[in-house]
């Protein structure tokens, strides 16, 4: 079965610093997808960063960017430049290529962010 | 911008007592989700939903559950007896196509006692 795992409960990073998420997953599937999911206190999950697993290059979008590392099985999120508005509750979740919508999801990491 | 919508926001209930949980998907989204989260643990996929019938349940989904899409606009989660450990946060999610992005609803807190 698969699984996604975030060792790191809470995370603090001082406005302007970066700040890298962690995030492992277990699975014996080639073909799937990782996404990094933002949830803001009281809002709804809105998805942050996806990465194919068949690609190489690893995804980024504006200050986020995600180290993936195949073989270890390794998912991290990395903010730069981090504003009092990245302050969430960020998720790592994984999905097979053909699952459709199955998200498998981590523990969350509760990131804040001190001016 | 377009977004997935929850109500009721916060339900509390009885052990034994039939829920819904409403959910107004994004207008032009054909596939439907409910997840759920118990406090201080992960979210899990409950189900998914295309063309009016369930194309995909986890083992949480049992008898008791059932969704439906009674209007073409409305996606709903039916608990029909609610036990303590129904207790939960519910999040409603849909997606253009089977491997679009999901966009997620704040979610309805359910509280049975």
Redesign the interface.
């Known amino acids: 079965a698969q699984t996604?795992t975030q060792s790191q409960p809470e995370m603090s990073v001082q406005e302007a610093e970066t700040v890298t998420l962690s995030c492992t997953y277990d699975t014996s599937e080639s073909d799937y997808?990782l996404f990094w999911?933002k949830q803001p206190p009281?809002?709804?999950?809105?998805?942050v960063i996806?990465q194919e697993a068949y690609k190489q290059q690893n995804a980024t979008e504006n200050r986020f960017s995600v180290n993936f590392q195949k073989a270890a099985k390794s998912f991290s999120l990395k903010i730069s430049d981090s504003q009092l508005g990245d302050a969430a509750m960020y998720?790592c979740a994984y999905r097979l290529?053909n699952?459709?919508?199955?998200?498998?999801?981590?523990?969350?990491t509760e990131l804040s962010v001190k001016p | 911008e377009p977004?997935?919508t929850q109500t009721p926001s916060h339900q509390v209930t009885q052990m034994g007592q039939e829920v819904i949980l409403r959910c107004v998907p994004i207008s032009n989204h054909l596939?439907f989700?409910w997840?759920r989260q118990i406090l201080g643990?992960?979210?899990?996929?409950l189900v998914?939903f295309?063309n009016n019938e369930i194309?995909?349940k986890?083992e949480i989904f049992d008898d008791q559950f059932s969704v439906e899409r009674p209007d073409g606009s409305n996606f709903t989660l039916k608990i029909r007896s609610t036990k303590l450990e129904d207790s939960a946060m519910y999040?409603c999610?849909s997606?253009r196509g089977?491997?679009g992005?999901?966009?997620?609803?704040?979610g309805s807190r359910l509280t049975v006692l």
Do not use: D
């Open positions: 996604v997808y999911y009281s809002r709804q999950m809105i998805l996806r998720f290529y699952q459709g919508g199955k998200l498998i999801f981590g523990q969350g | 977004e997935v596939y989700y997840y643990q992960k979210v899990e996929f998914s295309y194309s995909e986890s999040f999610a997606s089977e491997t992005e999901l966009f997620f609803g704040e």
